[in-house]
């Protein structure tokens, strides 16, 4: 195969027209490895030395990306990871044309091995979804390398499977949270003027996804600290991005004229991801605005027909209330063999 690297962000507008056809036609297609949430990514949060690695087979078909960045640590390790790695990305891996794994996961295991690309001592792939090639493939080929492969499962991605209707959807919780949610939709709904809506192309988005901030902000002293002004630019950028594809589901709750709750989404291949949300424990905490909306986003992802409400990474009790069932993603770790250091 043809390898070519590329190490800075010139490269990812060179392959603007490829990558995602190539994406479409791996084994796991997400947001997170679109070259609109590589390329932001990269541009806003991205350290160290790029390595943008492409594979094309004969016909110069493109049949591989390996989206690679190299860090160091305090010790010296020099550590290559995915771009995206790890807090802001959820699912991430190598993007392989389906069916030709093993030939483009052996021609990058060789190109890792060359005095090209003899800068690394460590490789960690981190939210590689359950589903991906690369687990059992990917293993078997570092070994025969003469590296060591480990596999640690980092976290879980409850996924709700959504039925045709709300009443079934309901109808699939347990009696107690089935009765919680509609107590709470209720209640909201008596004792309040409520408005929800998705930002649309008719409102200012500069104006709500400050506000969207501004509620990420006021959750909780963990979210004021992530919500940095590095972390701010990433978030502004990737709303601009993704909004004109029809990406983008950012949702507010008004309660009596105030903003009490938001909730950012992506809508993407066929599923709702819940990327992020916010609220004013000040304002109306008493009538659960973000559960409500919350209801209402999984109602509205019914309506669309969408097969999956994904609620990424982390464990938060609410999740499985809700009907969340895990899946995994796992952090695979390469350790170069000891004669190639």
């Known amino acids: 195969m043809k390898i070519e690297t590329h190490t800075d962000l010139s490269g990812f507008d060179a392959l603007a027209g490829e990558w995602n056809d190539l994406l479409?036609?791996?084994a796991f297609d997400t947001l997170f490895l679109t070259?609109?949430?590589?390329?932001?990514?990269?541009?806003h949060l991205g350290e160290g030395d790029l390595f943008l690695i492409t594979l094309r087979d004969d016909q110069g078909h493109l049949a591989g990306i390996a989206p690679l960045y190299r860090t160091v640590s305090a010790s010296g390790e020099r550590k290559l990871s995915i771009?995206?790695?790890v807090d802001v990305s959820d699912y991430l891996d190598i993007i392989v044309a389906q069916?030709?794994?093993?030939?483009?996961y052996g021609a990058l295991l060789d190109y890792l091995d060359s005095a090209e690309m003899a800068g690394w001592d460590a490789a960690e792939l981190c939210n590689v979804p359950e589903v991906s090639p690369a687990h059992q493939a990917l293993a078997e080929m570092v070994v025969e390398h003469g590296h060591e492969f480990r596999t640690i499962v980092e976290d879980v991605c409850p996924v709700i499977d959504l039925p045709a209707t709300?009443?079934?959807?309901?109808?699939s919780l347990d009696k107690k949270q089935r009765h919680e949610i509609r107590r709470k939709m209720r209640r909201i709904e008596g004792e309040a003027d409520v408005h929800w809506y998705i930002v649309d192309q008719g409102r200012d988005l500069v104006e709500e996804i400050e506000a969207f901030i501004e509620l990420h902000q006021k959750s909780s002293a963990d979210k004021d600290d992530f919500m940095d002004e590095q972390m701010k630019g990433f978030f502004r950028a990737v709303a601009h991005v993704l909004q004109p594809l029809g990406w983008l589901q950012l949702a507010f709750i008004e309660v009596d004229g105030q903003k009490a709750a938001s909730m950012l989404n992506f809508d993407y291949e066929?599923?709702?991801?819940?990327?992020?949300?916010g609220y004013d424990p000040r304002r109306h905490a008493h009538l659960s605005p973000g559960i409500v909306l919350l209801a209402y986003c999984i109602q509205h992802a019914i309506e669309l027909g969408r097969a999956r409400f994904d609620f990424l990474r982390g464990d938060e009790p609410y999740k499985y209330r809700f009907?969340?069932?895990d899946t995994k993603v796992y952090r695979l770790v390469i350790v170069r063999g000891g004669d190639r250091r």
């Open 24 to 26: 479409k036609r791996s």
């Open 270 to 277: 066929d599923a709702i991801l819940v990327y992020n949300s």
């Open 35 to 43: 070259w609109e949430w590589q390329r932001t990514w990269w541009e």
């Open 323 to 325: 009907g969340g069932k």
């Open 83 to 85: 771009v995206g790695c």
């Open 166 to 171: 709300w009443d079934a959807y309901l109808n």
């Open 99 to 104: 069916g030709r794994e093993r030939e483009v």
